[in-house]
């Protein structure tokens, strides 16, 4: 089995670790291309020594840029990538550009796709997120689904039920690799000087929260009127805005580097409540069980709303209040048993073998 890897941000690296690993453990020839969505090294390359994989096979520097041909930019540079070479399938992950500039490189090469973290939905189609995991859907071959939610969002959207396959997601398998190594590591509660439950955690970059000043000052004086210290790891783009828009922080916020991740998982389970914009951070959340509030309308992640332990605020100051400091009752499982990237791998032979 050969297969092509695509990454373009952080949490395609997290994600996908547990991936690479298996396929280094089984001895599975693989590359892993690597587009540097995020720009910098904090969120990028120190991700590769931390969490113990190997670097890119190939690295597709864009620095960041965002301009109107990004995406038709990146798909050249995959073809001319995965040109020649005989690959079982493209594996790409979430809903990024990197994501769909590669599916649609593959499926115009006559390459089989493998979609990780299939049929997620917002139903907001006002973002770009939304728009990608749809276009991804209907370009994949194959179809690796989190629950029966996503599951019946690709049926109702016609993809056949045996492209399908329920396997979890592979956050859980990472988060259970690392967390242990975060707890025994990580100095950045030390560092920073916070205890357990004594402050919240804080993470934005979505462009609804920080791309227009008068939403991101709305966005930095909630989180300025929280009762308490709040950590946040200030994402480059997040961290341009402000220093366009020339704003000042409250002095409650503890403002810092973007985190390594065994850092971010450490504070993160150590937090009273985590605030984000984030998908992926409502996902690690859940699973370290620290409650969260997310600033938006709407999730593709409903499974964390189960019990209240994530819920959904916008920017509505009196919801973000109220819910800073709840108990949450009970904690399930929705995410798999750790061994989803097992489940995918298998997945993938038997259908090379039976094809």
Known sequence: MKLAILAGT???IIKLSPIIKECEGRGISYILIYSNQHYSSSLSTIFFEELSIPKPHHIIDYQGS???TYVSDLKQDIKEILKDKDFDYVLVHGDTDTALAGAMSAYEMDLK????EAGLRSFDLNMVEEKNRMIIGHFSDLHFAVTGIQTKNLKDEGISSEKIFEVGNTIYDAVLDYIDLARSSSTIKVNLEVEDGEYYLFTSHRGFNVDNKTDLEETINLIGAIPGRVCWPIHPRTSRRIKDYNLELSE??????????????????????VITDSGGVQEEAYILKTPCITMRESTERPETLYSEANVLVGRDIGKLHENLDRDIKSWSSPFGEGDTAKKIIEILSSCIKTA
């Open 10 to 12: 952080r949490p395609d």
């Open 66 to 68: 965002k301009s109107s």
């Open 113 to 116: 796709i493998a979609h990780i």
């Open 252 to 273: 409650n916020i503890v403002a810092m580097e973007p985190l390594g991740y065994l850092d971010f998982l450490k504070l993160l389970e150590g937090a009273k409540s």
